[in-house]
Each structure stands twice: as structure tokens, then as C-alpha cells.
């Protein structure tokens, strides 16, 4: 089959690799019906070492069950499914309290010997904790469908888990920080617990514009201390309740404990490029709280389901390119240079 | 009246200083009946820079009410009050979200031109706001009841407020790093709240045993990464789901961040002495959380009072040492030699 590596900074390739098989009775095989390129998959994209063998990769799918080993009772073949961005057990303790993704026999894509999304199929361990079915056809023609389902995977898990580490309820004002596809995931998100006021920072408008659409109250184009001052502003002068930080590097995350409230949270969900955080003697005088992490995206798949299925959410519009496997370099350029906000692909 | 000065490190005196007065129509004055010497007291005992006027001193204090303003309603004289380390308004919307901390009409005792505990009364402002009214006579000689009573300031609320923001329940292991007045509350705190696994990092033999008859089911004695393995190893290698940080040390808030189970939180309640804390891509990946700060003691009064009343708990134990007013510099240089675990003041 055909799959996607990465071989250094820049340099994706799609090429032939052995098809998927059963290896492990928990085993099931997948064809992949829809995946994606992901932000966290351009920090590799970035800044990766060159080497001779490249690396699978792609962390979001959506598939047609094609093979089951021995032990898996939860899934047959033609069933539709999809996948969190970390394989797991789904019954050790650290599931069983929700946290996917310290799962000791799980892991992620296109590491430890596991197939990447990208590519054509996949071989899922322990199938029947991983895998979630979806009550669609495998023959389903409905793109928007298909898309927003693939959000279940991660950016909509991931913005979804970045709200409720930060607290987000009825009660709660909010700011998110990044106007990516986990940003204006985490717009949605924040809204479907109930904020009713949701400041997003971010300066691309047709992404800001999708943020609206998802439950932004205002956008804040600004950044650093400019754009901090702005939501202080919005905000009576005192910040807000929650702070949701989808970007990663440290100027995010030093505007997030700016705007933040006394008492307040923020949770980081995107992956943090730097290695410490200004918590001094201000922060703790002001009782502010820092959170998130990996999104164990398998927790909250059930939780999320329903409002997709009945179209109460749409978080595929984050999607705003499609492209073929054979063109997925395409769609990492396009990514890294921002002209697309989030590429689909179909194999 | 005499009350207690620093004029720079290591420079406590006890002076002649004018009686306090109502001043504002929400103000009181309260005879002290006892107050202390706290832990984070020791930071400028131990670096404040020599001044020629020095600066009142101590926040920790339980009194008579000996005179109240014009517009005070909830208070009369001859009311014993504890206050807590701050005061505050308690009706605006900080504090009413529990956090009279960052209330906007509070301030710190000994700052802002307003009285340190430690002298023989107190200006109170925004008395109806701060004061918590005790059933207890104002000629009570029972000295272990006001003894715990007067936890109720600082160190109790302050180990409550630790064990609260780390979400500790019966469903929680709990590590507590140090074994100070605070950290030894905040066993309390965390048995109080239902946690059966608790262990308590410490090496004072004298006060971990308080801390066992406090509720800690385990000591480690160790410090650094030989207590963290041994942490770990109690814990089945995972650690444990809440870790109380009550130093403020940059070594301890280590400590907190290599015993904390995966999807855990580190709260910290020690005046940080450092400015950043390691949130490094291995937090993210384990969703470990930062929070506490300082405690919004009188958010919790009402909460704690009663099992102080009723003998349930007796957080009065961590004070192991009394001295008299004039005495005061006594009890800093024993609290700072660490020959005095907390010190009582009956002026």
C-alpha cells in the first residue's frame, strides 16, 4: 500500500510500504477512509534531522474495519470507526480515569512499530479499546460528515480536553489563545459547555471568521502585550476565567497568564516548545492554576459523537483543503505556509 | 501599645507603638489573645534589607473586639474573632467567588498602613468583611482550643487550601512535602477530605510524628530523588494523584513534579522563592497540573470551624513552643534555628 513518511525538515514522501496484517490477536486492520495533517505534525515537518529511512507518520483516521484478530469481540469487518491519536487499552486504571494517553500498553502512531495515519490502511493494536464505531456506512458520501467525524481523532478531542482542564462552564468567561484548527476547536468546545463569552486571539480573519462561527464573542488580532492589554480591556480590567493556549510556544503562553483572571486557568493543549513556565511569586499571589496536556482524545469520543450526528456542531469546517494521498507533501507545505489552515485527505 | 517590628533580617524588636483606633465606619479594634510567628515570616527574618523605621510585623491573630466603626453591623464588643491573613470585603465578586485574596478593598496585616498581628491589638478593616465571629468566651483559658482556633488565620486554611486546589478526595493518593506547620495542616486537611494514602515527606522525627497523628500512613525521611524514588516505589512506580507542595523551595516544587502521577496535580501553597517551574513536554505528556497560591483563608473559616469545636481535628498541635509578647524575638530566632516548629504569642 501506499503511506506516508517523513525523512527530514520539509521533506514528506508518499511511498509503497508493506500492507497491514493481523500481528496480535487485539489486533484489527483499517482502511483508511479519511485522515489529516495535523499542526503538532509540523513541528517534525520543522525542524527534523534528515535521515535515510524516513518515519511514518499522520495521527488522525477514519476507516473501514477490514480485518479483526482472534481476540477482538467489539468490531467486525465493514464497521466504521475511528481512531484517537493514541492507541489504548481502554480498561488499565489510567483509562479507566480517563487519561488515554499514560495508558503503559498504549502508544502513538507511526511510533513503535505502528503504522501512520497518512497512508492507505493501518494496523491498530488493541482494536477494541482504541476504536470507536461509527454509525455510518462504509460507503458514506457525505464529506461534511466524514470530516467532522475525523475531528473525534484530535483537534475536536484535543480542544475539547483543553476546555475542561480549564474549568469551562456556564459560569466562566474565556480566552482562547491561536487561531488553528485545535483554537477554534477549542471555540466549540468552550461554547458547548455553555461560556457565553468567548474571546479568541487570533489574525487571520477567515480562520477568526470560522471562530465566530463556532461561538467567538470577540477577536482579538493583536498579540503579546498589546493583544493581552485588549482582553484585559474586554474584560473590566481583571482577565478571564479560563485561558485556553493552543499554540505551543512560549509568547502563547505568556500572553495566557497575562489575560488570565485572578483565580483563574489556563490549560495548554498544544505541544509546549519551550521547557519552563513564568509560575513566580505574581502568579501565585494570584492563585492561577496551569493545566492540559496531551489529549487523551479517546475519553470524550463517545461525549462528542451525538452533537456531530445531529448537527449541532460542525467541527469539519476546520478543514479548508482536501487533497490525495499522492498529494499530501502538498498539503504539508501548504499547512507550514499557512495558506491552508487544516488539510483533509482522502486516499 | 507594644507590638513587634523587623527592622531587617534577623531584627525583630517589640516596641511602644500608638493604640489603634477606628479610623473608617467599617473598622474594629481587636485585643489580641493570641497570635504567631509564621513560617513565611522567616523570609524576611532571614533577608529583608536593614531599614531605620521597621515595618509591623506578623498576620496570624484571635482576639476581643474592643471597639467597632459606625457602620459595622455584624460585630459588637466583647466578640471573640479570629481573622484571617488577609482582610477583605466578602462581598465583592471576588470573594465571592472564595478568593478574598485578590479582593480589590483587601490587603495584607502589617502592609498598607494597617497593624501586624503580632502586638497587643489590631485596627481591623472592613471588620464585618474579615472577622469570623467564635462561640467562645472572650476570658477562655482554654489555651489548645484557641490554639487551633487561631490556625484558622494561616497555616489550617492555608493546608486546606492546598489539599482543596489539588482536588484531594477519598479517591486521591496524596504526597505532602514538607513537615512545617502548613504541610503538617495539610495532612489534616487531606485525611479531613477523605484521602486514606497519605505520605508525608519529612525529616524532623518530632514533627512527622505529629504528622502521623495527623493522618500521613507513610515518612519518608529522604529529600531530593532518593524521597522521590521512594515516593514512587510506595505508589507501585506511578506516584501519587495529588502532591502538596508546602515549602515554596524551587527543590521541593522538583520533588512535587518527579512524584505526581500521571493526570495529577501539584499544589503549592509555600511562598515560591523561585520564578519558573519545570513544565517541560514531559508534563504535557503526562497532564500534570500546577495550581494553588495563596490561600483565601477566610473563604474556609466557617467550613473548619466546626471540627475545631467539636475535637474532631486539632490543628492546635503544630504549635509547640509560647512566648510572651516581649519574647517574640526569642520565638523568630527558635523558629529560624528550626529548634521551634510554631510559635504561640500570648501578649
Redesign the interface.
Known sequence: MRATLIYGAGDVRVEDVPDPTIRAATDAVVRVLRSCVCGSDLWPYGSRTATEHGDRIGHEFLGVVTDVGADVVGLARGDVVVAPFAFADNTCE?CR???H??CPDGGFWGSQDTDGGQGEAVRVPLADGTLVKLPIEADSTDSALLASLLTLSDVYATGHHCAV?AGVSGRTTVTVIGDGAVGLCAVLAARRLGAERIILMGRHTARTDIGRRFGATDVVAERGAEGAALVRELTGGAGTHAVLECVGLEPALRTALAVVR??G?VS?VG??Q????????G????????????A?ARAYIEELLPGILDGSVEPGLVFDRAVSLDDVPTGYREMADRTALKVIITP
Do not use: H, K, Q
Open positions: 489510567f480515569e480517563g487519561l494517553t499514560s482542564t485572578a483565580g486557568t495548554r505541544v509546549p519551550y521547557d519552563s513556565a513564568r509560575m513566580d511569586r502568579t501565585f499571589l494570584r492563585n492561577i492554576t496551569l493545566t492540559g496536556g496531551v487523551p
